[in-house]
């Protein structure tokens, strides 16, 4: 049994409004093992957002438990949480986040600027890490230098740079085109695949969500269903039917004309 | 690449906002500059004036004392306007004969009687003068004046009736004549020196000697001494005078001398030592009244700096306020990311706060040089102004006696150029300030910040 990463107990997760209660999360159970890299999917609503914040400490559940590398993090109060979001948990946003005014180098140092590293060290490992995200020597560019894709390799730089325990995504390739989308998603299953990066990513696209290794369907704030991908990068891009090649774009194998698609869109609105 | 770095570039990413906040908060800044500097630049006007009256009094009293037994018999054109700034201004100047002064020598208890003749040139030079607070006004005035002696050993000894300031050549002598004793002002305006000739009323003179003018007016007196028999001819006037400096053997006898010949000869204005010493008092009360006026404007002064200062003050908090205020709106995303990979309250409320101190360091510098270049102007327009004039802001002075010489040099006359230099403590004190108030206005919005819930940052607008 391979160690777990993060486990939520009974999470529930209700908004007022008004005088009207509304539950984002219901009795909501999960378990990330270290290694894994897991989609979730949802139609919008399905309290999907609400779950990453929840898992990010962005935000705190009503009730329930949650335990983040061996840590109870469910009543940590903020002076401790940020520690906790600094150095466990690396975030990647849909609109990629960048602070404009910083390079692409300065942006992956951010989250070790108040670290133990010193400056040199923390310079070097952002280079490192652009190097591993594909953006050897474009450090000095500053985001609205990059493209779209580009700028979301920063980000996932960005997320790895304190070596965190586990990598949130929320909808990462959402803001770019299909050819970007899928580099991305690659990306990250490299990343997955060579570094053992945990990786829990939110998507509602079935066709990014077919490269991870389990694709977990919510509605209304509940796990209803839960599918074993396809994990696309891990097969070297081979279909997993056929054995023959595949691209990443390729909705279906061209030689045994299977479906890869983990799940159609439409089946989870 | 820390937070000062982030807040350098941020602000200088919004470069107009930056600027108008600058330029806003750089005014306030001039004002808390130039403010401290013009309440010095009043102090040390009232503590000018306060010196000048006194040494003018104190000069004015040891003359009077010295000339205790001085009976002073003008004819009517002098006197009120004869002090040395305003020489030579009266138009209707009257002679009297010389005769009167051998009539008077035959009285008791008269020791001796000098003879002047004071005379202006008819040409006139039309000038300029620059009055308080920055107020100008033209006189026309004549070129020169000139005053003729008797060159008798032993008055020019004992009454001192010639200057004694030579600076070039030498003074005047028993048997001159043809020769003259010019004030720089006057070489200057002839451009001659000495051993050079100068025409004067048509005649030639050599010039002897060169003197300076004792004191500093407002105006350049234009003044020359030659004998009084060259200047009587020169000017036309043999056998007249238009003065004549009476003295008495003893103190005692100066009041019945002067009864006397006030009685005999009505057109004569006669004045002793009593009636300047009255006049001196008359001086002294106008003297107190613009003293207290200074000293009024002095404290008023700091009651307005003060009202003016804290206005300023709040002015720049709530400037930087609001623009932080606004400046942490607009990055509400910027500050949830921050949050959300790592950044503690601290680390974010500390980054704001740095901005909010940069830019009011930066608008601080600013309004140091605003308010060192426009300190004058500024001060000017934001205090009131000593007046040297007096509250009522009219020329009041009557200068008193002629023939006590100094009297007319009034400093005070001059006191109205005040230099308003902020001093290097008081820019120091305002960067410190400007970098307070900035901490201060950006306290809030910092705050505000710093409670920026880090889930902000997945909001996708």
């Known amino acids: ?269 | 690449m820390g937070a000062f770095t982030r807040a350098v570039r941020n602000l200088s990413r919004r470069k107009m906002r930056a600027l108008l906040v600058i330029i806003a908060l750089g005014f306030s800044m001039a004002i808390m500059v130039s403010i401290p500097a013009g309440i010095v630049a009043n102090q040390e006007a009232a503590q000018a004036m306060t010196a000048d009256f006194n040494s003018t009094m104190t000069t004015m009293q040891e003359q009077i004392n010295k000339t205790a037994t001085l009976i002073e018999c003008q004819t009517s054109g002098q006197g009120m306007f004869s002090g040395r700034p305003f020489e030579g201004l009266q138009q209707q100047q009257t002679y009297m004969e010389e005769s009167i002064a051998n009539e008077i020598r035959s009285i008791s208890g008269v020791k001796d009687v000098v003879e002047f003749l004071t005379v202006s040139s008819d040409e006139t030079t039309s000038e300029t003068i620059n009055g308080p607070m920055g107020r100008n006004f033209t006189i026309s005035r004549p070129v020169y004046t000139i005053t003729g002696v008797t060159l008798n050993p032993s008055f020019i000894d004992d009454y001192s009736i010639l200057p004694t300031n030579i600076t070039a050549g030498r003074n005047l002598r028993q048997g001159d004549s043809g020769v003259v004793l010019l004030n720089s002002n006057l070489t200057a305006y002839f451009g001659v020196g000495v051993g050079d000739k100068v025409e004067m009323y048509g005649e030639s003179f050599t010039v002897v000697g060169v003197y300076d003018e004792a004191g500093q007016g407002r105006f350049e007196t234009r003044s020359a001494y030659v004998n009084i028999t060259d200047a009587q001819t020169a000017a036309g006037l043999t056998g007249n005078v238009s003065r004549l400096d009476v003295y008495a053997e003893d103190v005692s006898d100066v009041d019945s001398i002067a009864e006397v010949i006030s009685a005999a000869y009505t057109s004569l204005q006669v004045t002793t030592y009593k009636d300047r010493l009255s006049q001196l008092d008359n001086m002294q009360t106008m003297y107190t009244q613009t003293l207290t006026s200074a000293q009024a404007t002095v404290s008023n002064t700091e009651t307005v700096a003060t009202q003016e200062i804290m206005i300023a003050v709040v002015a720049t908090s709530l400037i930087v306020l609001f623009v932080m205020l606004y400046t942490v709106r607009e990055r509400t995303k910027e500050i949830g990311t921050l949050k959300a990979i790592g950044f503690s309250n601290w680390n974010v409320m500390s980054q704001f706060m740095l901005e909010g101190m940069l830019l009011s360091l930066v608008a601080g510098v600013v309004g140091i040089a605003i308010g060192t270049v426009g300190a004058p102007l500024l001060s000017g327009i934001l205090l009131p102004q000593i007046s040297p004039f007096g509250s009522g802001g009219n020329s009041q002075f009557r200068p008193g006696a002629a023939n006590t010489g100094n009297f007319g040099s009034f400093g005070i006359l001059g006191a109205s150029t005040v230099t308003v230099t902020p001093s290097l403590q008081t820019m120091l004190i305002a960067i410190g300030a400007a970098v307070l108030l900035g901490a201060l206005g950006s306290l809030y919005p910092a705050w505000r910040a710093a409670r920026t819930r880090p889930a902000e940052a997945m909001r996708y607008e």
């Not at chain 1, 400056?119 to 500053?142: F, M, N, P, Y």
């Open chain 1, 1 to 269: 049994m391979s160690e777990t990463v993060l486990r939520t107990e009974k999470l529930f997760k209700t908004y007022e409004m008004g005088k009207r209660k509304v539950p984002a999360l219901y009795d909501l159970n999960l378990q990330v093992n270290k290694g894994e890299f897991v989609a979730i999917m949802g139609p919008s609503g399905s309290g999907k957002t609400t779950l990453l914040n929840v898992l990010g400490c962005l935000d705190k559940p009503t009730s329930g438990k949650m335990i983040l590398d061996q840590v109870d993090v469910t009543n940590l109060p903020e002076r401790q949480l940020y520690k906790i979001r600094r150095n466990k948990i690396g975030f990647i946003f849909q609109t990629f986040n960048l602070l404009p005014y910083l390079n692409a180098a300065e942006n992956v140092g951010l989250p070790m600027e108040y670290g133990k590293r010193s400056k040199s060290e923390r310079r070097q490992e952002a280079r490192r890490l652009l190097d591993l995200v594909g953006l050897a020597g474009r450090g000095e560019h500053r985001p609205q230098r990059l493209s779209a894709g580009e700028q979301q390799r920063v980000a996932i730089a960005r997320a790895l740079a304190n070596d965190p325990a586990i990598i949130l995504a929320d909808e990462p390739t959402g803001n770019l085109d299909t050819e970007n989308k899928f580099e991305i998603v690659k990306l990250l299953g490299n990343l997955n695949i060579e570094r053992g990066t945990t990786i829990v990513m939110v998507t509602h696209d079935g066709h990014v969500a077919s490269h991870s290794e389990r694709v977990l369907f919510l509605k209304d704030g509940k796990i209803t269903k839960e599918k074993k991908g396809l994990h696309l990068a891990k097969k070297k891009l081979a279909c997993p039917y056929c054995g023959s090649k595949i691209q990443p774009t390729d909705e279906r194998c061209p030689t045994c004309r299977k479906k890869l698609v983990a799940a159609e869109e439409e089946e989870s609105i």
